[in-house]
Every structure is written in structure tokens, then in C-alpha cells.
T-cell receptor
Framework: DQQVKQNSPSLSVQEGRISILNCDYTNSMFDYFLWYKKYPAEGPTFLISISSIKDKNEDGRFTVFLNKSAKHLSLHIVPSQPGDSAVYFCAVVIQGAQKLVFGQGTRLTINP | SQTIHQWPATLVQPVGSPLSLECTVEGTSNPNLYWYRQAAGRGLQLLFYSVGIGQISSEVPQNLSASRPQDRQFILSSKKLLLSDSGFYLC????????????FGPGTRLLVL
């Protein structure tokens, strides 16, 4: 039973345009959500997070949106740059257990 | 600032040989520690996590074991490697009692032949 789903395994976007990565979760009790970026043969890098008391959090070119009624979060990258090409994972925190549950990842490719 | 180290970076081992991967964290005390595996083209699978010295929780039954001999040291081991143990192994840490954000090491690529 996948608690966190990233339904798009890949996404291709032109440089300078907006990249939108999506993530769905099943448990309305989840209250803290994160996005990670991963290059090949490297560890994931924490990008941005959002608490369930907010519906938006912004950090430079990265904005995360949370729609609690739809159990959906998205990561917007604007403008997209070639260095953004990577695999992006969304994750939710399992409170109490201090664990993360990750989605399967979306491979983003930024085309020049 | 906190840093996390993993070694070795790459390892090629024959089937049936033992394994020991080490992870250490600097700049923090009493962290939660985690071992993940990423098989080729797959997502991140949590293998073990630890909330303190000697405390290990296993997520997936498998050929591997973990130990935490010191506060900031986490070791992943196997007595006899299988071909299916090949993958990219990641160590991570988080603040005990924090929001749960985990910070990852650089990873170890293991190839079992």
C-alpha cells in the first residue's frame, strides 16, 4: 500500500519555463511534507518543506503548495535551469516513529 | 555545522563475502540514524533506523543487519552477500525530537558479482 505516490516517472521542461512536480498521499493525518532533489550517484538533498498549517511555502525559485482536501502537494520551479535536471522525491514524516515515507520519484529533465 | 560521512564510496564484492559499510555524523549529538537502499531505477527503501546507541529497528527482512556502537556511528553489515544486495546505500540523520527532516550522506555504490 503506497502511502505516497508520484504518478509521473518523468517530466521534460524547456529551460526558463515552469516545472511542476506532483505528489499525492493517502493519510490525512500526515502533517509535514518535504521535497528532495537527487543527482545520480549522490545522496538526496533537502530542498523545501511545508507544514499542514500552511498551504504554500516559498524559497527562491522553489515553491511548494499543499492542498489538504485533495491530499496533494506540488513543487513549482520557476524559472527552470539546466542544473535542476535531477530526480525529485516527495516525502511525508511519520510522526512518533521519526521516519519518512518517500514517493517513487520523478525524473526532471530541463532542455536548453 | 553538521556533516555526514559514508565510506567506502564504491565497493565491488563477490557473492558470499561479508560487508561492512560505515556512516558517521559530526556536529550533532544523539541523532536519529537511518540506512536506505536505492536499487537501480527504483525509489528509496528504508532498511534500518536507530534512535539511540544499541537501538535498531529493522524495516525489511533481509540479508543485512545494522549496529550503532557509538552515538554518531551507524554500521551496515552482512555475513554473506547476495547478488540482490547490489545497490546504492545511503545513510541519513535527523534531529531527535525535530520535525523529521533527514539529511543524507553521499552514498556507497555496492556491486555484488
Amino acid at each position: 500500500d503506497q502511502q505516497v505516490k508520484q504518478n509521473s516517472p518523468s517530466l521534460s521542461v524547456q529551460e526558463g519555463r515552469i516545472s511542476i512536480l506532483n505528489c499525492d498521499y493517502t493519510n490525512s493525518m500526515f502533517d509535514y511534507f518535504l521535497w528532495y532533489k537527487k543527482y545520480p550517484a549522490e545522496g538526496p538533498t533537502f530542498l523545501i518543506s511545508i507544514s499542514s498549517i500552511k498551504d504554500k511555502n516559498e524559497d527562491g525559485r522553489f515553491t511548494v503548495f499543499l492542498n489538504k482536501s485533495a491530499k496533494h502537494l506540488s513543487l513549482h520551479i520557476v524559472p527552470s535551469q539546466p542544473g535542476d535536471s535531477a530526480v525529485y522525491f516527495c516525502a511525508v514524516v511519520i510522526q512518533g516513529a521519526q521516519k519518512l515515507v518517500f514517493g517513487q520519484g520523478t525524473r526532471l529533465t530541463i532542455n536548453p | 555545522s553538521q556533516t555526514i560521512h559514508q565510506w567506502p564510496a564504491t565497493l565491488v564484492q563477490p557473492v558470499g563475502s561479508p560487508l561492512s559499510l560505515e556512516c558517521t555524523v559530526e556536529g550533532t549529538s544523539n541523532p536519529n540514524l537511518y540506512w536506505y537502499r536505492q536499487a537501480a531505477g527504483r525509489g528509496l527503501q528504508l532498511l534500518f533506523y536507530s534512535v539511540g546507541i544499541g537501538q535498531i529497528s529493522s524495516e525489511v527482512p533481509q540479508n543485512l543487519s545494522a549496529s550503532r556502537p557509538q552515538d554518531r556511528q551507524f554500521i551496515l553489515s552482512s555475513k554473506k552477500l547476495l547478488l540482490s544486495d547490489s545497490g546504492f546505500y545511503l545513510c541519513a540523520w535527523s534531529v531527535t525530537g525535530g520535525r523529521g527532516t533527514q539529511y543524507f550522506g553521499p552514498g556507497t555504490r555496492l556491486l555484488v558479482l
